[in-house]
């Protein structure tokens, strides 16, 4: 089908749809060709989405923020799907968060209701979709600490829902990136305690953030997972590797376990930065650092 005729007919269900959508407009690294389709959608018209693309055989993928994600310069075939929906509903210690809700804004709404256990959170340009879907976490916390259950899409458009035990969280993990399901909403629970305690401990982490992390530029956050018994940083710096530069992607010379966009970086200087490091660090250390930056696209 063309991508005229297919972005009508999403239109048609009520999404906002852009066609040959820069990536790099969607994404914290600031990189990324277009996408043949860019589609804004609420969970009932992602649902119906899902069911038309499948239905014309067009390849789609779910988004959430774009913070953790480095896009092929050559774009992305089929239909890019992103929640819309940026709410949620408290319900005594429980709160149910729909997958397109920022992790920042969560945090400041929990903090109001005087309800504790996301402040690590707080500071990561996240979704909450994206968020389960990678286990995010900072300063010895993370969202398998406070999460219940998730409200998922499968592959034919159906919603259920999936108990903790069946999350399958590990560090950087989920089964989410086992199964092509879509995060719809995560229910979480927290703890009472005083608002102005919460939001100093939330201060206290983002001030760390900026201390410590190059917030200044383009990145996709932590580049490498942590590797067992180190720390991809420290690795990297102890190569000599802060500051090293493939055109407009570099080491950061902040922390070295953060791949910034100096200006002008596209997807194919961070992946051969990323190759050179690994190379370098595997040389020295004998250690492998795995991509916590996900790839996507052609």
């Given at each position: 089908?063309?991508?005229?005729?297919?972005?009508?007919?999403?239109?048609?269900?009520?999404?906002?749809?852009?066609?040959d959508?820069?990536?790099?407009?969607h994404?914290?690294?600031?990189?990324g060709?277009?996408?043949?389709?860019?589609?804004?959608a609420?969970?009932e018209?992602?649902?119906?989405?899902?069911?038309?693309c499948?239905?014309?055989?067009?390849?789609?993928?779910?988004?959430?923020?774009?913070s953790?994600?480095?896009?092929s310069?050559?774009?992305v075939?089929?239909?890019?799907?992103?929640l819309?929906?940026?709410d949620?509903?408290f319900?005594e210690?429980?709160?149910?968060?729909?997958?397109?809700?920022?992790?920042?804004?969560?945090c400041l709404?929990?903090?109001?209701?005087?309800?504790?256990?996301?402040?690590?959170?707080?500071?990561?340009?996240?979704?909450v979709?994206?968020?389960?879907y990678?286990?995010?976490?900072?300063?010895g916390g993370?969202?398998?600490?406070?999460?219940?259950?998730?409200?998922?899409?499968d592959?034919?458009?159906?919603?259920f829902?999936?108990h903790?035990?069946?999350?399958?969280?590990?560090?950087?993990?989920?089964?989410?990136?086992?199964?092509?399901?879509?995060?719809?909403?995560?229910?979480?629970?927290?703890?009472?305690?005083?608002p102005?305690?919460i939001?100093?401990?939330?201060?206290?982490?983002?001030?760390r953030?900026?201390?410590k992390?190059?917030?200044?530029?383009?990145?996709?956050?932590?580049?490498f997972?942590?590797?067992?018994?180190?720390?991809a940083?420290?690795?990297?710096?102890?190569?000599?590797?802060?500051?090293?530069t493939?055109?407009?992607?570099q080491?950061?010379?902040?922390?070295?376990?953060?791949v910034?966009?100096?200006?002008?970086?596209?997807c194919?200087?961070?992946?051969?930065l990323?190759?050179q490091?690994q190379?370098?660090v595997?040389?020295?250390?004998g250690?492998?650092?795995?991509?916590?930056?996900?790839?996507?696209?052609?």
């Amino acid at each position: 089908m063309d991508k005229h005729d297919l972005a009508q007919q999403l239109e048609v269900l009520g999404c906002r749809v852009l066609v040959d959508e820069p990536m790099a407009a969607h994404t914290s690294f600031r990189i990324g060709g277009p996408a043949d389709l860019f589609v804004s959608a609420t969970s009932e018209q992602l649902r119906e989405a899902v069911r038309l693309c499948r239905k014309v055989n067009i390849p789609y993928m779910v988004i959430g923020n774009g913070s953790n994600l480095l896009v092929s310069d050559a774009g992305v075939d089929g239909v890019v799907l992103q929640l819309s929906a940026q709410d949620a509903v408290f319900e005594e210690e429980f709160v149910i968060a729909s997958a397109g809700m920022s992790l920042g804004k969560l945090c400041l709404e929990a903090c109001e209701h005087g309800l504790t256990g996301l402040e690590f959170a707080y500071g990561i340009p996240g979704s909450v979709g994206g968020g389960v879907y990678m286990n995010a976490g900072a300063y010895g916390g993370e969202l398998a600490d406070v999460l219940e259950e998730v409200t998922a899409l499968d592959e034919g458009g159906n919603t259920f829902i999936l108990h903790k035990h069946e999350l399958n969280l590990g560090y950087r993990h989920s089964v989410f990136m086992e199964k092509p399901y879509t995060v719809l909403k995560a229910t979480l629970r927290l703890k009472a305690d005083s608002p102005t305690a919460i939001r100093a401990r939330m201060d206290d982490f983002l001030s760390r953030r900026k201390e410590k992390q190059p917030l200044e530029y383009p990145s996709g956050g932590s580049f490498f997972k942590r590797p067992a018994g180190h720390f991809a940083g420290a690795l990297i710096e102890q190569c000599g590797l802060k500051g090293f530069t493939v055109g407009g992607a570099q080491v950061s010379e902040k922390h070295a376990g953060f791949v910034i966009n100096r200006g002008g970086a596209t997807c194919a200087d961070v992946m051969e930065l990323c190759r050179q490091v690994q190379e370098k660090v595997w040389e020295t250390f004998g250690v492998r650092l795995e991509r916590e930056v996900q790839y996507i696209g052609r």
